[in-house]
C-alpha cells in the first residue's frame, strides 16, 4: 500500500493525529523551559567604568569588583578634589547616590565643611595611588596623597584613605557607608594585624609587672 494510501484509511489517520499531539507537547514544553530559563536570567548590562581602564558589569543588585573600584575612585576624587568654588556641586553630585540611612548624616559633615572651606578658603587636592576591593566586607578602600592648600598659598600633604562600602540598587550604585583617616587600610588582614600587636602589647606589660 502506499504512503498516501495508508494515511487516508482509519489507522493511518489515527497514528498521524496521535503523532502531531507528541510533537505539540514536546515544542509546549520546549517554550516553557526557554521561557523560564529567560525569566530567571539575570539581566546584565556591559559598562566600561571611566575612572577604571578595563570593561565591568553589573545586574539589578550586583556588579563585577571592578564596578565598585571604579565608583569608589569617583566619590574618592570627588570628595579629595575641593575648592570653595566647587564644594556645593559635588554635594549635588553626590547626594542621589547615598543610601537613604546615611544621606542626612553625610549631607550634614559635607555641609558643614563646605562652611570651613568657604570660610577659610581652602582647596583640596587628592592623588589616588591604589584602589581595593575586599569581597569579605563589601568594602572598598582607596589611597592617596591629600594636598590641602589655605589661602596663603602654603600646601600641606597627608597620606589620606577613603574606605566606602557601595551596593547596587536597580543597575546604580549607592554608597552605603564611608569612613576616612591618615592610615594605612583597614583591611580585615590590617585589622587581625593590629589585634594581634595589641594583644602581644598586654602580654608583655603584663609579663613585665
Known amino acids: 500500500m502506499e504512503l498516501k494510501d495508508y494515511l487516508k484509511s482509519y489507522e493511518g489517520a489515527r497514528r498521524e493525529n496521535f503523532l502531531s499531539r507528541v510533537a505539540l507537547i514536546i515544542c509546549l514544553v520546549i517554550i516553557l523551559i526557554l521561557l523560564v530559563a529567560v525569566l530567571s536570567k539575570r539581566t546584565l548590562v556591559t559598562i566600561t567604568p571611566y575612572t577604571l581602564v578595563q570593561d565591568s558589569w553589573i545586574s539589578n543588585s550586583d556588579g ?7 565608583w ?42 563646605a562652611e570651613h572651606i568657604k570660610e577659610d578658603r581652602i582647596t583640596l587636592r587628592f592623588e589616588a595611588r591604589s584602589v581595593l576591593y575586599e569581597p569579605e566586607t563589601n568594602k572598598t578602600f582607596v589611597t592617596g ?65
Open 64 to 70: 563585577a569588583d571592578s564596578y565598585r573600584e571604579a
Open 145 to 209: 596623597n591629600l594636598y590641602t592648600r589655605s589661602v596663603s598659598g602654603k600646601e600641606l600633604r597627608d597620606f589620606r584613605t577613603y574606605e566606602f562600602e557601595i551596593g547596587i540598587s536597580n543597575f546604580a550604585p549607592v554608597l552605603l557607608s564611608m569612613n576616612t583617616y591618615n592610615d594605612v587600610p583597614k583591611t580585615m588582614k590590617q585589622l587581625q594585624l593590629e589585634e594581634s600587636r595589641r594583644k602581644s602589647r598586654e602580654e608583655r606589660a603584663g609579663a613585665s609587672n
Open 72 to 113: 569608589a575612585l569617583f566619590f574618592a576624587q570627588e570628595l579629595g578634589n575641593i575648592t570653595p568654588d566647587t564644594i556645593d556641586f559635588v554635594s549635588k553630585r553626590i547626594g542621589p547616590l547615598l543610601s537613604p540611612a546615611i544621606y542626612h548624616d553625610f549631607m550634614a559633615i559635607i555641609n558643614s565643611q
